[in-house]
């Protein structure tokens, strides 16, 4: 049994789930199949993409978002160094050269067109946007650098399934966008994602990269589609599988109602943290925006050790993480770069728990815990724990 009254993240998996998905393992077709073909098409038609692929997870999206957009050795692509590690390693796998850029600002830890502009040489092939904790950030404003510059804009939108800008779903501003089903995120089976964009032809090329340069699927051979098959490209085996899809696409269902909740939650922990001395609430709502609202994280003063200030969290029942450790103080990437905001917010920024399925109650004691965490007798630098 967990130890934390209120965790992190939270995953409620219905008997009508459970029950969708029983039927895929009692149909006896466990590869892709009915299922998944139905999750691509219901997930297109929510984003409002022309094309849907459904994957093995978020990273192997990533991956094949970068490798039909033809990248390799030589090639830069600017991304920032606030984000998980398989945004970098996606652009690493095919060997083009991660060039970090720094946020805008201490409460928006995303991409904006100075920061890249800073950055960007002769040899950028790419943008590589991440749509950090859900929050739609400056998307459009990158796409408009990167069709200025002659760049393909590529969007990390594993954390905004259900974000859109003036109407329009993440992951559809640039060549193509990636999505994660991971267990934390908004729309989560465990492992999974999906890959979506209007070109026909990165669409195929993923296609076909996704299941070994196969001309034809296993699918297809059972309906008598196909009888052979041929190799026509050196691929990887990142498809995902019936039961999956199953569950994806019940909770692709509700997606909305359960951003809506988030939303909710969103709102009444600015309403409640909005005063407190001691931090400021980061990814601020943005008019004509909607966020997925993945992650809630506040920004702590200069002066409150963030370990002790989670070690209070902890002592209450309260899980906190952080997004991120910056990739470029990470060994794989380590490098010299002058990121001031991005190491900040990487030194300060907490995220506190936020799920769709959490009662006022459990707020309730996160906030009380933030308010207990942050009162002047911790609020000194060099703060200790109670006893030390």
Known sequence: MSRWIVPLADVVVSEDDIAAVADVYRSGWLSMGPQTEALEREFAQYAG??????????TAGLHLVCAAAGLGPGDEVVVPSMTFVATVNAIAY?????????VRGLTEPWLVPDTVEAVATARARAIMAMAYGGHPGETAALARLASERGLALLEDAAHAAGSRVAGRH????GLAGAFSFFSNKNLAIGEGGMVITDDDSVAARMRLMRSHGMTTLTWDRHRGHASDYDVVAVGFNYRIDEPRAALARRRLARLDADNARRAELDARYRELLGETSGLTLALAPTPGARSAHHLFT????VGIERAAFRQALAARGVQTSVHYPPAHRLTAHARAVDLPITEAYGERAVTLPLFATMTTGQQDAVVDAVRAAVSPARAVTGARSPGT
Not at 49 to 58: D, I, P
Request: aromatic share 8%.
């Open 49 to 58: 993409a022309r094309h849907a692929l459904a994957v093995a997870n978020g």
């Open 94 to 102: 095919t060997g083009a050269t991660p060039v970090f850029a720094d």
């Open 170 to 173: 993440l992951g559809t501003f």
């Open 298 to 301: 506040v920004v702590l003063d």
